[in-house]
């Protein structure tokens, strides 16, 4: 193997290296110093949903207290995304009475986004963050990722990378 070839395939290991960190790091509860979980108080509060709305209706955080909102950052160009896109429409079809979806467009053309939701047939509200900014409130490490917000308004669980019904109903249920 060349030694370009060898320094690409480091470079490769490491960003999978760095990300299932990062994955394993955000998968979990908020703890504390000790290691225990944060009480529902000390979680952090959910940035407010501000974009252009690309699926309506329009969304305030605010408005949907007492049930859980999951907050999914995706992608048309997103490979994982495109994986993740039906077991989303799933769960919202089947749970919409126990969760709100909320969808929320990273840096796609406003096009691209429109035909990635249609062809999925996601009727969850989205909106768009084209310039990222809504992402780095969030503290956004890649795509796809999912913030699970409690009744509270506050995110009490961070699922990346690709989920599916059974873990989005997992953790809606961990936060109930």
Same mark, same amino acid.
């Given at each position: 193997m060349s030694p370009l070839r060898k320094l690409l395939a480091f470079v490769a /290991? #490491?960003?999978?290296?760095g990300a299932v960190a990062v994955g394993l790091l955000f998968a979990s509860p908020a703890r504390d110093q000790s290691?225990?979980?944060? %009480?529902a108080s000390a979680r952090p509060k959910a940035p407010e949903l501000e974009g252009q709305i690309l699926v309506p209706p329009p969304v305030r955080l605010a408005n949907l207290r007492g049930r859980p909102v999951l907050v999914n950052f995706w992608a048309s160009w997103c490979v994982p995304c495109r994986k993740e896109a039906p077991e989303l429409a799933r769960f919202d079809a089947a749970m919409r009475a126990r969760a709100q979806v909320v969808g929320v $467009?990273?840096? $796609? %053309?406003?096009?691209? #986004?429109l035909a990635?939701?249609?062809e999925f047939g996601w009727r969850f509200p989205n909106v768009r963050d084209p310039f990222g900014r809504l992402a780095g409130r969030y503290g956004l490490a890649g795509l796809p990722t999912t913030y699970v917000v409690d009744a509270e308004g506050r995110i009490a669980r961070? /699922?990346?990378?690709p989920q599916t019904f059974s873990s989005l109903r997992r953790a809606v249920t961990e936060v109930e």
């Open positions: /290991l #490491a960003g999978v290296g290691g225990g979980e944060l %009480p $467009d990273f840096q $796609d %053309p406003k096009d691209d #986004a990635f939701v249609r961070t /699922l990346n990378g």
